[in-house]
């Protein structure tokens, strides 16, 4: 298929895109560069502009022809969705709905989009499954939510096909690509206890006092190609005029002190940390029921919290990191 991958110069929209390649697929990639990289996309086909810019996507389109459009561009900084929602509306939300009215134009009727486990904020239940209630607690989480239901609403109207990926956290590299994490402000748990134990330099645990096993929050690691590999799976099994939400975890919980054990064996080193206070607006525990993405896509997150950790070791030392 012909594929056109917005956000593909980012992290999870390269490896993606690399993804779709080995499994034969041509794709060009559309993105602004904002948080992307040139070298995330080398040797593609690239249209740079903004998911806003009715007249960049309709040049993209035109030119490209896409079978499918699978859709990573967005903003996806928790935080900053609550200091400047206006900003996650307008790209999350009205450039997605433009990316929709493209396409719709331009006769391309498949969409994989990234979404991601913030639709459900607390969750009431763990593991959370597609049917958990969904109540999200920041703005990012009710842009994303909103536009899966757009998707919903084109379907029958615009005979549209389409797979909502609910990310949990995403984590890993894909250094045979030479792609990686990398960003000018980091916030992941992975990257920064990764870096504290090659700079020495310690990072701050965000709360020691939550109800779970050793009184750190809890999260659902997932490989970056794991990820991938369900892109190409939930493309290849699309169907026309089918839609659906799939969660994308590993389905183990991992407390942040155990991610400081594991980054330490795997890299050999003492992983230097502080205790601090809680993080605004972060649930104790967040879990995926993944059954539904196994059954249905069949899909198996095989690789590990430690092979990620390798992953990323790996790829910040070949950028000399
Ligand atoms: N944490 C620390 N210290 C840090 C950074 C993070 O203790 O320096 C803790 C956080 O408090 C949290 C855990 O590590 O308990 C994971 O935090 P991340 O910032 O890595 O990830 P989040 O779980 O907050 O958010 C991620 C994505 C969101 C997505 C969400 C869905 O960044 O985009 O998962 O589960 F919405």
Redesign the pocket.
Same mark, same amino acid.
């Given at each position: 298929m012909k594929v056109l991958v917005t956000g593909g110069a980012g992290f999870i929209g390269g490896v993606t895109g690399r993804a779709l390649q080995a499994a034969g697929h041509e794709i060009a990639v559309f993105d602004d560069f904002s948080t992307g990289h040139d070298w995330a996309c080398q040797g593609m086909r690239v249209y740079r502009g903004d998911i806003r810019d009715r007249s960049a996507l309709d040049k993209a389109f035109g030119e490209f022809l896409p079978d499918a459009a699978m859709h990573f561009a967005a903003k996806?900084?928790?935080p900053e969705s609550v200091s400047n929602p206006g900003l996650y509306y307008d790209v999350n939300v009205v450039g997605s709905l433009r990316l929709l009215e493209a396409m719709r134009v331009a006769g391309c009727r498949k969409i994989v989009f990234s979404s991601?486990?913030?639709v459900y904020g607390t969750p009431a239940i763990t593991p959370i499954d597609e049917e958990s209630r969904q109540h999200p607690i920041n703005p #990012? &989480?009710r842009t994303k939510k909103q536009f899966e239901e757009a998707l919903e609403d084109a379907r029958p109207a615009d005979g549209l096909s389409y797979a909502c990926l609910r #990310?949990?956290?995403?984590c890993g590299a894909a250094p045979e690509w030479g792609l990686g994490e990398v960003r000018e402000h980091e916030?992941?748990?992975?990257p920064?206890v990764i870096r504290a134990a090659a700079t020495g330099k310690p990072?701050?645990?965000? &709360?020691t006092d939550y109800e779970t096993r050793d009184g750190?929050?809890v %999260?659902?690691y997932v490989d970056v190609r794991d990820l991938a590999d369900a892109h190409v799976l939930a493309l290849e099994r699309l169907r026309p005029g089918e839609g659906g939400a799939y969660n994308l975890g590993s389905g183990q919980g991992t407390t942040?002190r155990e991610v400081v054990s594991s980054v330490g064996r795997v890299m050999g080193k003492k992983v230097p940390f502080v205790d &601090?206070p809680r %993080?605004a607006g972060?649930p104790a525990s967040?879990v995926a029921s993944c059954s539904k993405a196994r059954r249905y896509l069949g899909w198996t997150p095989g690789r590990s919290l430690d092979d990620s950790i390798r992953a990323v070791a790996e790829f910040l030392r070949s950028r000399g990191g």
């Open positions: 996806a900084v928790v991601s486990a913030a #990012y &989480g #990310y949990f956290n995403a916030t992941h748990l992975v920064l990072f701050t645990i965000w &709360g750190t929050c %999260r659902d942040v &601090g %993080r972060d967040l």
